[in-house]
């Protein structure tokens, strides 16, 4: 079984910083694209950004140049670091991990971590 631990959330002002993070552990096997993804209230969830198991990176247009996916491969992590923080960035960030184990392809959430972006 696989556990994502996601942390680093909380409040920051406009113009602010926050770091996520997210470390997947347990039988997790072979790693390959992780993403974060948010839902802020009433609408649907999104993908903010994500980074293969190569390291080439995807983001949604509203966080490019502001936001940065990295990954740990030896320690299955991946990090968000959001820069230039806008009000608009306020909603609940999911971890998202697939991988392979046992010839199969999963996928795995994390449990969700609140960003609250205001003055």
């Known amino acids: 079984q696989v556990q994502l631990v996601e942390s680093g959330g909380g409040l920051a002002q406009p113009g602010g910083s926050l770091t996520l993070s997210c470390a997947a552990s347990?039988?997790?096997?072979?790693?390959?694209?992780m993403g974060w993804y948010r839902q802020a209230p009433g609408k649907q969830r999104e993908l903010v950004a994500s980074?293969?198991?190569?390291?080439?990176?995807n983001y949604v247009d509203s966080v490019k140049g502001r936001f940065t996916i990295s990954r740990d491969n030896g320690e299955n992590t991946v990090y968000l670091q959001m820069n230039s923080l806008k009000p608009e960035d306020t909603a609940v960030y999911y971890c998202?991990?697939?991988?392979?184990?046992?010839?199969?392809?999963?996928?795995?959430w994390g449990q969700g971590t609140q960003v609250t972006v205001s003055s």
């Open positions: 980074i293969t198991s190569g390291g080439m990176t």
């Open positions: 347990g039988s997790i096997g072979s790693v390959n694209t």
């Open positions: 998202n991990v697939n991988y392979k184990l046992l010839f199969r392809f999963r996928t795995e």
